[in-house]
């Protein structure tokens, strides 16, 4: 059974950096992508950030450009998050998604087939 766990998530100051990251277990090759997507209270649940496994193409959201960025680490199946510049509308439920079968809808949820429980992201202003 494929498990997705997110951990990194904390309270921090607007303006600081914070790393998420998401490790696999149950699984023994690569996922086609492996995102990040959050959800604040009373939201929808939405696109944050996506690699492409294998060519290790990236994907951001609009509001996260610049100051996000995502990275993969092969060895150990997992996915990181590295956020800068956080500011209150960041504070969110981050979580970690990937897809096992090749999508081109990776900046929506329908897109991947296994996620994280979440790791909560709280900026305060």
């Known amino acids: 059974q494929v498990q997705l766990v997110e951990s990194g998530g904390k309270l921090v100051q607007a303006g600081d950096s914070l790393n998420l990251s998401c490790v696999t277990s149950g699984r023994t090759f690569s996922f086609y992508a492996m995102g990040w997507f959050r959800q604040a209270p009373g939201k929808e649940r939405e696109f944050v950030a996506t690699?492409?496994?294998?060519?290790?193409?990236?994907h951001y959201a609009d509001s996260v450009k610049g100051r996000f960025a995502i990275s993969r680490d092969n060895a150990e199946n997992a996915v990181f998050l590295q956020m800068t510049r956080l500011q209150p509308e960041d504070t969110a439920v981050y979580y970690c998604?990937?897809?096992?079968?090749?999508?081109?809808?990776?900046?929506?949820?329908?897109?991947?087939?296994?996620w994280g429980q979440g790791t909560q992201v709280t900026v305060s202003s």
């Open positions: 690699i492409i496994w294998n060519t290790r193409t990236t």
């Open positions: 998604a990937a897809a096992s079968f090749v999508t081109h809808y990776w900046h929506h949820i329908d897109g991947y087939d296994h």
